[in-house]
Structures are given as structure tokens and as C-alpha cells.
């Protein structure tokens, strides 16, 4: 007891290294590290490999995928946990406004890495189209610090870093820093310098950094897949991760001397103006005119109309002065890309996140975990149309998928609403605004609508709520409701219906995780569009596979 009195350490330092690993499990990774900083006796015990091991397996349930995760990392269970606890921030739903038919981004563990994957806008079918958008690769000590964007071809990828992850970030930026050290790696400009930027500045100079970093995988590893669907594809994802981290060492972290950056804008410029001075010369005073006409009305409804993107446009980390390229580009010898993690005050409706029109960002959707007297929130898809529509029964016309993010909110009276937002819809061309609410249901008020279609036993109803289903209204981008009702069926479905038309929606909860393992990989855009589509459109840009036709009314 004495000695105990004398040094706590003694105590932990004479269990067994299996006990000691066993009573690690049971702690926070901080709570281990703090530990270990409070002697060197300690620092020495708990960094045995089993004691992270334990950690891992909290983190890493799958014990094959820890093995080849631990493999992959030199055999380091500390790399291993550091990449799990640091990447944690990224994983889950990201959004942008662009495309209205929904631009739904899923960050999902790949092979010691975060992989993000775009649900490209479809029709029901048995396997779930998705494009790559970047991949994070661990690093050798495991931070989440070797970026990959993916663009339209599979062999090509374009080498960066993450400059900086907030530990509860919610938009992700893509963007470009300097480095002094013309062979360093590593950020040594600030991030809002790139923010100053003007947004036309922003788009070349990415532009031209993917045209000159992008590198190409080896042949035999072009078609391997990101994230593991079964252990066999273990030892292929090990090789893919050493060619990656192979062809981001021998490209210097796709960093790109500043002359030669400088020389590709000057090529985009003589090359736009070239196209402009040869494009039949009386017909650019009409064109400019229309522009300034344009330019005239653009303004003017920028006065009248209160924008939903106008409230997170003024951030702190927009600056009213731009800075200009070439000052920007003078801090360094040399440029390259990079992601960053922020936490901002986002303004949200509905749970949807007010937006920027002109930052290369993702935002991060908040999806609630389902509790008690909450059952129902989470990330569900479904079709219009009764009986419920199945990957494989043929039915035709195909029907167009739909992702809901159900969540819980209280309205002015304290009354509890399940609120459905859309965030991706398989329509040709789109029919609702992207983050509308498809419905509202208020569950403490039960329906006593019967449900309208035969059910034949096998989709009874257990509960039902009344509500507001989405209507046409005063137009596209402000639309009304009608009354409908939420009905519970069985096998976990949920069915609201519209009292008046008598269409359907059916739902079913996703796991978007298993979906992507499962489903069907399709090109994607170029780079930078790829990360996010700042154009307003209403019509799937992200693939040139069919969709389907508009949903029933």
C-alpha cells in the first residue's frame, strides 16, 4: 500500500498485459492517452500493441478487416485506432444544393481510408448506382491525410492533402494552398487566402491543378473495388492502397510548381479568347449585350428575392474584398489541392442546410438516430405507386427512387413532427426542389383515414398519423401541401398518402453502407464538378444512363 501511495502507477503497471489491454477496451482513446502521458512507466505500458488492439476492436468490430487494416499499417494497432478516432468526423451524409435532383454524398470506411460516394439519381433496380468523389487515405502515423479526388475515368486520380479536419466539422471545402518548400507537402498559406479569391479565380486555378497532378493507376488495379464487399477482396484493396500511396509519394502529394501553374492559366486564358475573337465577330457586341441585359435582371431579382443560400453566403470566411491570382499564387513555390474540414453556423430549414451558390462544398446532413418515442428517423427510400415497388419485379415503367431523411422536430406549440426531406430523387428531369418536404406528419394526432389500397394481409397497418403531403402550390421552388396520412405498415414500412389524389409513397429504411458495397459503379463527372456541381440544373448531369419518367401525382 505504501508503494501504491507512493506512485498510482504501480498498481496498473503490475497487471498482466492481457488484463491491461482487457481494461483499455473499456476506455475513451483520450482517456488512454492521458494516462499514458502521466509517466513515462505508463507511456512504456500502454504502448503495447495489445492495449490499442483492444481499442480497435471497439472501433472495428470486423476481425479480418482489423487484421489486413493492421497489416496495412505497419502492424500498428496505434496507427490503426488514430486513423478510426480522426476520420470519425467525416463519416455520414454530405449534401449540396446542386443538382435539384439531389446531390447525396455518403463517406463510408474504405480500406484504412474514407472513401465518399455519390447515389447517382435512378430507378429502382437491384443494385445502387454510385460515383467515387475522393478517397482519404492514412498516412503513416494514421491521420486521414493523403486525398484522392476521382473524376470521370477509373484509372485517374489527382493527389492532395487534407489541410485540416475540426473535430464536429460540417462543410467540407475543396480548395488550393501553397507551399514555400517547393517539394513540401504540407499547407503553409492560410485558408481563407483561397476564400478571397473570386469564385472565377477559385474554378480556374482547381482546374488547372487536376490537369497537371493527376496521375493513373496501374492497369490490374483500374476495376479493384474501394471498400472491401467480402475478405476476399482484402488482398486486393491492401495492393490498391500501395500503389496509391505510392503514386502520392513519387507526385510529391500532387503539388505543382507555381510557373507551371501559372503557365496553364495563361494557356485557359489565350485559349478562351481565342475561341471568342474567331466566333464570328458582329455576332460578340450581341452577346455581350445579352450578358449585360442578363446581368442587369440578375441583379435586380437579387434584390427582390431573399435567396435560401443567403444567410451561410455571408461566413465568416467570405471575404467582401477579393484577392487576386497572382498575389495569391506569390506566396509560394508551389500549389496543390486540398480538402478542408470546417465548423460553421449553418442556418437550416426543415433539416436541410442553407448553402453557398459559388464554394466547392459539401455540407453535412444531420441524421438522427432512432429512440424511443423517435422510431422513425433515419435515411429511408421508396417509390411512388402501390403495391410497394421491388428491385426485381420487372414492373415497367421503371420507378423512380427516392431517398427521405425522416427527422423529429417540435413546431411552436411543443408538439412533436416527423418531417421527411428529400435528398435524391430518380425523376428525368425533377419534380421536387432538392431538401423539400416530401411530408409532415404530427404524431400526436392519429389518422382516421383508412389506408386506401388492398393490402391482402401482408402490408397491414399498426399505426397511423395525420399530416400534409407536398403539392404543386404557388410553383416549383415554393410548393404547398395537402392533407394526407402517415400509415405504419408492416416489415417496417412507412406509407403516406395524399387524401386527395390517393398516391402513394412507400418507404423502407436504407443502409446506405451496404447498399454501396452491393451496388454498381458508374462514372462520374470531371474532378471538380465531381466534388460539387455548382451549376443550377434539373436534370441528372451526374450520369448518361436512363432514368426513369416523373412520379405520379
Known sequence: MLAVARDGADLILSLPEDVLALISAHLRPRDLLALSAASRRLRRALSADKAWLAQCRRLLPSQPHLLAWRAAAAGSSLAVCRFLHSAAPLLGLWAHQNPELGNLVAAVPGFLSVVAARAIPQELSPRLRWAPVF????????????????????????????????????????????????????????????????????????????????????????????????????????????????????????????????????????????????????????????????????????????????????????????????????????????????????????????????????????VQAPMPGREYAGLWGGTFGWPPGRPDDGCKPKKALFFLLLSYEEDSEGKLQLIATKVLEGTHYVVHPNGSSMFITRMSEPSTEPFPWQTDGEFDVERSFAGEGIANGYGFRYPSSKPGSLFVLQNGLLAFVWRETGAVLTLQRLDLDELLKKGERVPALQPVPNFAYLTKSYSNVFTSFPVGAASPR
Open 135 to 366: 478517397e482519404l487515405l492514412a498516412d503513416a502515423h494514421g491521420r486521414p491525410a493523403l486525398l484522392f479526388l476521382h473524376g470521370h475515368h477509373h484509372a485517374h486520380l489527382f493527389p492532395g492533402l487534407l489541410a485540416s479536419l475540426q473535430p464536429h466539422a460540417n462543410v467540407i471545402f475543396l480548395e488550393a494552398h501553397i507551399a514555400r518548400d517547393p517539394f513540401a507537402s504540407s499547407s503553409s498559406s492560410s485558408p481563407h487566402r483561397f476564400a478571397r479569391l473570386s469564385f472565377g479565380d477559385r474554378r480556374r486555378l482547381l482546374d488547372s491543378l487536376v490537369a497537371a497532378c493527376r496521375v493513373t493507376l496501374p492497369p490490374d488495379l483500374v476495376d479493384a473495388p474501394l471498400f472491401a464487399c467480402s475478405e476476399d477482396d482484402l488482398p486486393l484493396l491492401a495492393a490498391r492502397r500501395e500503389a496509391m500511396l505510392r503514386l502520392h509519394r513519387e507526385s510529391a502529394g500532387g503539388m505543382v510548381r507555381t510557373p507551371e501553374v501559372q503557365g496553364l492559366l495563361l494557356e485557359a486564358r489565350k485559349k478562351a479568347t481565342t475561341t471568342t475573337t474567331t466566333d464570328g465577330g458582329h455576332r460578340i457586341p450581341l452577346r455581350r449585350s445579352l450578358s449585360a441585359v442578363a446581368g442587369y435582371f440578375r441583379n435586380g431579382l437579387r434584390q427582390m428575392v431573399t435567396r435560401s443560400v443567403s444567410a451561410n453566403s455571408r461566413a465568416d470566411n467570405v471575404d467582401a474584398k477579393h484577392l487576386s491570382l497572382s498575389d495569391f499564387l506569390h506566396d509560394g513555390e508551389s500549389v496543390g489541392l486540398s480538402l478542408r474540414g470546417a465548423r460553421m453556423r449553418l442556418s437550416t430549414y426543415r433539416a436541410w442546410p442553407s448553402m453557398h451558390d459559388n464554394r466547392f462544398a459539401l455540407y453535412k446532413l444531420r
